[in-house]
């Protein structure tokens, strides 16, 4: 499955993060970094991150 | 075809109703919602959105496709559910008969007594926000009755937007209730390095309001001038319509750990409405009204009731979300997460109150919540420090 987020919209509070750690992460700066691409086995996961997220920068597209 | 009547069309009702189709539920769902507009969501309501121009279009919350065929009724609200028949009547004097229900109507604005003013206003809605935001320019003055959350948030937009702000609370310092008086008083130092004044300790007695403006009379003798003011002094669960069904409603429905209003089969409640214990704390049932904790009760609610509707057990594992809430306010961003009002004592754990810091709020030799003001790449530790403390420390 393919993700988009964002960027613009993100506000890094993380919450993405403890939803679905294999997908998002914050980097050093405590920016986001995230795979584009996931297993269809994290969707679950996945979808957790999309409904978590404040601003609604998560999406699924593909 | 079975079905499940949902009351409130906001966040938690738009999350209980995805969760009820994710989790397979295949009778028919009705969402009935109050307001006219689809479901939205609030934070930026004190903020950006209050900055910029309020539009249903910035806020309406993305709904996933399967929502679709939910059979959503706006404008119209709960007038009375008789949870022992499994019938609701609404509004517009109609009946429905359902299997389940889900309480998701939330809070509305406490307001000033009628008999002192009728000419605040109030910021729950996004047609709040719309009738405000026209009031407010440079160099209007605002006041905000109250110094919780959402008094700051507008303080410090309205500050922004060039307004002189004029805030008055009874409380010792902003946001005591939540952050304590350390944390309070450092946020209302940001505010006044921007020219927010604030009126503690005080209330307001008497409101005369005429085509300038309105003077607001405080309990130890002073006014303070305004040509526009709110009222932000917390909110009330809308739980009228559940009345003369035996439930506790003393401070929104009393809901046992798996979201069950009263312990009933078939009836539960999510988000700000619902007061449930949280045995990541302790056994005592209380009301969160943060965000997050919407969607998070909305889970386990559907999950309780497609059981109870299918006859099979529920869920086992108790249901212990750690609570989060942030906030904006000026180029402050906080985090907060667990539940820091259940904190004893707070301690700086890193950084420094005039920049960025980390503040644990510890009962007893538990860490019950963190304050983060900036700071955001020692979230993920300090939480999971919260989480390790409450499963390792005894309360």
């Known amino acids: 499955m393919i993700i988009s987020v964002d960027l613009d919209v993100c506000q890094n509070y993380g919450q993405c993060v403890f939803a679905a750690p294999e997908v998002f992460d914050l980097d050093d700066n405590a920016e986001l970094v995230y795979q584009a691409e996931a297993p269809d086995s994290s969707r679950g996961e996945i979808e957790a991150a999309v409904t978590a997220c404040p601003v609604q920068a998560i999406r699924i597209v593909g | 075809m079975s079905r499940i009547v949902i009351v409130g069309g906001s966040l938690g009702g738009l999350r209980a109703a995805e969760a009820l189709l994710a989790k397979g539920w295949e009778g028919g769902i009705v969402v009935i919602s109050a307001e006219r507009h689809p479901p939205y969501t609030r934070p930026p309501l004190s903020k950006g959105l209050l900055a910029a121009a309020p539009d249903i279009a910035a806020v309406e919350l993305r709904r996933r496709p399967e929502t679709d065929a939910v059979d959503w009724r706006f404008g119209v609200s709960a007038v009375h559910a008789d949870l022992e028949a499994r019938r609701l009547t609404l509004s517009d004097r109609s009946v429905i008969a359902y299997d389940g229900i889900v309480a998701a109507t939330g809070v509305r604005p406490r307001r000033l007594p009628e008999r002192v003013t009728r000419n605040g206003f109030t910021v729950r809605t996004l047609d709040d926000c719309t009738a405000l935001r026209p009031s407010l320019s440079q160099g209007t003055r605002l006041a905000i009755v109250g110094a919780g959350f959402i008094g700051c948030e507008i303080a410090a937009t309205a500050s922004a937007l060039g307004c002189g702000v004029d805030v008055i609370a009874l409380d010792r310092a902003p946001m005591v209730m939540p952050l304590g008086e350390v944390v309070g008083a450092a946020v209302q130092r940001r505010h006044e390095a921007r020219g927010v004044k604030f009126h503690l ?42 009345e ?16 069950r209003m009263g312990g009933r089969s078939g009836a539960v409640a999510v988000g700000d409405v619902a007061r449930f214990p949280n045995p990541l704390f302790d056994d005592v049932p209380r009301r ?23 006859g099979t057990p529920a869920e086992t594992k108790p ?23 259940l904190g004893e004592r707070a301690e700086v754990l890193e950084g420094d109150l005039a920049g960025e810091a980390a503040i644990g709020y510890h009962r ?9 003001l900036g700071m ?20």
Not at chain 2, 245 to 257: I, S
Not at chain 2, 376 to 395: F, V
């Open chain 2, 288 to 310: 969160v009204e943060h965000w997050q904790m919407a969607t998070e009760t909305a889970a386990r609610a559907a999950a309780t009731l497609l059981a109870d509707l299918s």
């Open chain 2, 376 to 395: 955001p790449k020692a979230a993920p530790r300090l939480r999971r420090e919260i989480l390790d403390s409450l499963s390792l420390e005894p309360a």
């Open chain 2, 244 to 259: 003369g069904n035996g439930l506790d409603l003393t401070d929104g429905v009393e809901c046992d750990n798996s979201m």
């Open chain 2, 201 to 242: 300790g005080r209330s307001v007695r008497t409101v005369d309001s005429s085509a300038s403006g309105h003077i607001l009379s405080l309990d130890d003798g002073s006014r303070v001038e305004c040509d526009v003011f709110v009222e932000a002094i917390g909110s009330q669960p809308c739980v009228e319509w559940l």
């Open chain 2, 364 to 372: 007893g030799k538990q860490l019950v919540g963190v304050v983060l």
């Open chain 2, 319 to 341: 249901f212990r979300p750690l609570p989060w809430f942030w906030s904006d306010q000026f180029e402050t961003k906080l985090q907060s997460f667990g539940s820091p009002a």
